[in-house]
């Protein structure tokens, strides 16, 4: 009775396993044919076998550079900020990424100033860009693990020396690990935020309240970055790296 119920379960996670492996291959295909594609200048073909593979649920930040190159090289700024901005959440200190989303944010017509962060604030950005979520979770297992192993040797070394540097080694260790914990933890928080967007329509007027009536605010413009205070209704609560706030529909933006 075991054994068949074993063979069973083994039967339907091997059949599981090959579906998987059929789809890898069928994204791995798709992949190389929207690479060819934009190799070829066909940047719309390419958009669309790239956004093919996302509605797959096939997600890297490979595939979001590329898509984003796909649509600038096509003049569409908003979904090549757009794609950028998500490859960039998934790896923070990509330098290729960074350097295509200067470019295309110079092409847009907003410039807002962004209110300038203390040295703190640019010290503590800066620590948790330095990697992603998958990162600091590994630098926090290795830095755990190495406060284990100084544990042990504080533990069982007969030297007072030794003690005393195992001991001081295992608090400086210790804050290492809540550091790189914390960063994580923000780095997965950022990722799966939904509170910044980018404005995917050429022109659009923020408003003082959430209605059509409702004073003009400012102009946004196609590929500006916003942040997302609240929502009700059809109309969402935005503001920008200067302090202005204003509504504007939810569908003239993209989540990031």
């Known amino acids: 009775m075991f054994k068949h119920h074993f063979m069973k379960r083994f039967s339907v996670v091997l059949v599981l396993m ?36 996302l509605s797959e649920g096939m997600i890297s930040a490979n595939l979001y550079y590329n898509l984003g190159n ?9 979904p090549a900020i757009l794609n950028y901005e998500r490859a960039l959440r998934l790896k923070p200190m990509d330098e290729d990424i960074q350097h295509n989303i200067s470019i295309a944010r110079s092409r847009t017509i907003d410039r807002i100033e962004q209110r300038p962060l203390l040295f703190y604030e640019r010290w503590w950005v800066g620590a948790i860009s330095l990697q992603n979520t998958d990162g600091w979770g590994v630098t926090f297992l290795i830095l755990i693990t190495l406060m284990l192993c100084l544990t042990g040797l504080y533990l069982f070394s007969r030297t007072v020396g030794v003690k005393k540097i195992a001991f001081y080694s295992m608090l400086i260790t210790l ?31 923020a408003k003082s309240s959430p209605a059509l009536q409702s004073p003009d605010l400012f102009l946004l413009h196609e590929g500006t970055k916003v942040s997302i205070r609240s929502t009700l209704g059809q109309w969402t609560e935005i503001s920008l790296p200067d302090g202005s706030v204003g509504w504007v529909r939810n569908d003239v933006f993209e989540i990031i």
């Open 18 to 53: 090959m579906f998987r492996s059929i789809a890898w291959a069928d994204t791995q295909q798709l992949f190389t044919e929207a690479n060819e594609a934009y190799k070829r200048s066909e940047y719309g073909y390419a958009i669309e076998l790239y956004e093919k593979i």
């Open 70 to 78: 796909a649509y600038f090289k096509n003049n569409r700024m908003g």
């Open 175 to 205: 804050t290492f690990s809540i550091l790189s914990l914390t960063f994580a933890h923000r780095q997965y928080n950022k990722q799966i935020s939904k509170k910044e967007a980018v404005v995917m329509q050429a022109r659009v007027t």
